[in-house]
């Protein structure tokens, strides 16, 4: 069975339905066309834990098993955070920590997935703009199927992410800009001059490349069983392909008849890097919302730090189609989040992921009561010898004595 040919294009912004090409902007409102699952998971199939993210094959868009690319990403584990959500007087708060997939951040998900389709298509050679998560797993995924990778890291790449991606193998090229839409036009020009397959994880140039984040609703639903989805869930935005892959995933559970209602999604972005925020407050369209780039992106959560919103179109309606909202935070909240979570529950998550501890710590009025899940989406570990890292001071060195230690501790 030709699996992709269960699949349509769709657009989230005008509703138009049409099926598969090659051409995938709207010809009604000339947005990007997302694809959309035909298929469906049987009750058992639900019932049933997944090993990786291929338990869902059926709606993904992979024809040939055999071409599947995995290192057993997805599966993750969602975690209780009790002490930090009595802390902020929520009715329960869930992580689902997504620190745990094979390199350590959620893009595993949406690599597995766009690597196998490229290999599908007989490609030999990839491409990504990346600050860091992308790079690494498109670098390990790519090493997986033993094809080559180029990676075109702009310039909020961290360097601990950097040497990440280069041990796998790949090709790794920094170019000196803070644009990361600058860095596309390049990677794009080159992808086409040169044959590669462009995988960034951007809705926008290619909607296959986002197909994995969807995963993680069908898994939450499994987690948290049909009755008792959460209020909230929250979510780190930098081009929006994350949030816009949970809802459409929640959308498809919805079509397969496993929920009901959706709970609101709020995006959480960088005060120094805010598109979704003021593109919500203008109250603008994904293509208006194109016309006014992050003037001057400058924040700690680099990996969140996209001028625009290469998943706009799937990212504005997840939010005012749920009631949600989308939230800014700046560095100082970004930081003091990152050690308000490792301290209270033991989970080190990257700057990136911090933001939407801050985004809870900062709107309590909003949560209030309320269940929440929080997608951790990098790990903190990646980073830590770069500018990512809870601010602490340099323990005490003692000698080996008993003596030392009992002065130490005020114990002698
Ligand atoms: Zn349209």
């Known amino acids: 069975m030709n699996n992709t040919s269960s699949f349509e294009y769709h657009c989230y912004s005008c509703g138009h339905t049409c099926p598969l090409s090659d051409q995938f902007q709207c010809p009604v409102c000339g947005d990007p066309l997302s694809l959309r699952a035909l298929g469906a998971m049987t009750d058992a199939a639900m019932r049933t834990p997944p090993a990786s993210l291929w338990h869902y094959l059926p709606l993904l868009p992979v024809s040939d098993p055999q071409m599947v690319t995995s290192l057993?990403?997805?599966a993750t584990p969602l975690v209780?955070?009790?002490r930090l959500g009595a802390r902020l007087r929520l009715g329960g708060l869930r992580i689902k920590n997504e620190m745990v997939n094979p390199t350590g951040s959620f893009k595993d998900r949406q690599l597995s997935v766009a690597i196998s389709h490229a290999r599908e298509r007989g490609m030999d050679t990839v491409a990504v703009v990346s600050s860091g998560n992308v790079?690494?797993?498109?670098a390990a995924y790519a090493a997986r199927a033993g094809i080559n990778a180029i990676l075109f890291m702009h310039g909020q790449a961290g360097a601990g992410k950097i040497a990440q991606a280069a041990a796998y193998g790949a090709r790794v090229i920094c170019v000196d800009s803070p644009y990361p839409s600058e860095v596309f036009s390049l990677c794009i020009q080159a992808c086409q001059s040169f044959g590669w397959a462009h995988l960034s994880t951007a809705g926008m140039y290619d909607p296959y490349n986002v197909e994995g984040a969807k995963t993680i609703a069908y898994e939450l639903f499994q987690q948290y069983g049909a009755e008792a989805m959460p209020d909230w869930i929250l979510a780190p935005v930098g081009g929006g392909g994350l949030i816009g892959g949970v809802w459409r995933g929640l959308l498809d559970l919805k079509?397969?008849?496993?929920?009901?209602?959706?709970p609101r999604l709020a995006g959480v972005q960088a005060a120094g890097c805010a598109p979704l925020?003021?593109?919500?407050?203008?109250?603008?369209?994904?293509?208006?919302s194109l016309c006014h780039?992050?003037?001057n992106p400058d924040t700690v959560a680099g990996g969140i730090a996209d001028d625009i919103l290469f998943d706009g179109h799937t990212a504005l309606p997840a939010l005012r189609e749920t009631n949600g909202v989308a939230i800014a935070v700046d560095d100082d909240a970004i930081k003091n989040g990152v050690g308000a979570l490792a301290g209270a529950e033991g989970l080190l998550c990257e700057l990136t992921s911090a933001v939407v501890v801050a985004a809870l710590q900062g709107n309590a009025a909003l949560f209030e009561g309320a269940t929440v899940?929080?997608?951790l989406t990098g790990n903190g570990m990646k980073d830590l010898a770069g500018k990512q890292i809870v601010e602490t001071d340099a323990p005490p060195h003692i000698p080996?004595?008993?003596?030392?230690l009992e002065n130490l501790l005020n114990l002698g």
């Open 373 to 375: 899940c929080c997608i």
């Open 135 to 138: 790079a690494v797993a498109t």
């Open 277 to 288: 925020k003021q593109a919500m407050e203008m109250r603008w369209d994904f293509q208006e």
């Open 80 to 82: 209780d955070a009790p």
């Open 400 to 404: 080996a004595d008993m003596g030392a």
């Open 72 to 74: 057993g990403e997805g």
């Open 255 to 262: 079509r397969m008849g496993f929920i009901k209602k959706l």
């Open 293 to 295: 780039p992050w003037e």
